[in-house]
């Protein structure tokens, strides 16, 4: 079979041509470009099984990442298998905000709910000077994380635990968090069944993750610590009110590049 039948099968199959294509590159360990310079080369019968057989997952609406295994944020090539979230362009706008706040000066910073470790290592690879934690509730995702870390050599603590809890008599200059914030029965949730569902949902309203973020945040930080938190695009007037009746100072939201509102954050006057 050649390359670019293969491709045509993939295309009839459903799926999109740049996502064949990366997948072919990544059965055949050659560049896309290559691909496309190629596409009368001939592939063997056992590139072509399993390239078929991803094409049938893929279509079936498993996501490209856990295809190939890696996925690109704030220019870091990241780990992922199903134990964690693929890492969204969308939570890009958090690590530019706590960027913009930590600069080059040594802080002390959490990521809770890390995941993948996206986040904290985007953060620790921008912030040469800030000290990262990092908190799970699930030791598979602390796994994947870790070896991230270990990979790009960042320098991350991880620590396991459920949000805050894990972290009691220590207290940050920077809170950050991507928490499952989709509410449970939002029909969204359908296209997602491939990833980690607590990863995506706290169910209910969608806000008790948020909640308790922001609830028992207070005795973690220093005065003048900010939380910046993710949230969906409808939730930021609850956020700004739960920061807000909570004591933090001037809540503020950012939209993402779509124009949503993404991100709250707010400081901690102490």
Known sequence: MRLADA???ARHAGVARLDAQLLLAH??????EWLLAHDDALLDKASAAAFAADIERRAAGVPLAYLVGVREFHGLRLHV??????????????VDWAIELL???PATVVDLGTGSGAIALALRHRCAEATLTATDTSEAALTVAADNAVRLGLAIEFIAGDWWQPLAGRRFDLAVS????VAGGDPHLRALTHEPRAALTPEGDGLAALRRLVADAPPRLNPGAWLLLEHGYDQAPAMRALFAERGF?????????AGL????GARWPG
Do not use: F
């Open 261 to 264: 509102p993404r991100c709250t």
């Open 7 to 9: 491709l045509q099968a």
């Open 27 to 32: 059965h055949l360990q050659r560049p896309r």
């Open 81 to 94: 298998t199903p134990a964690v979230l693929v890492p969204r362009p969308e939570t890009e706008l958090l």
């Open 178 to 181: 991507n928490p499952p914030y």
């Open 103 to 105: 600069g080059q000066r």
């Open 249 to 257: 100072a001037k809540p503020e939201t950012r939209d993402d590049l």
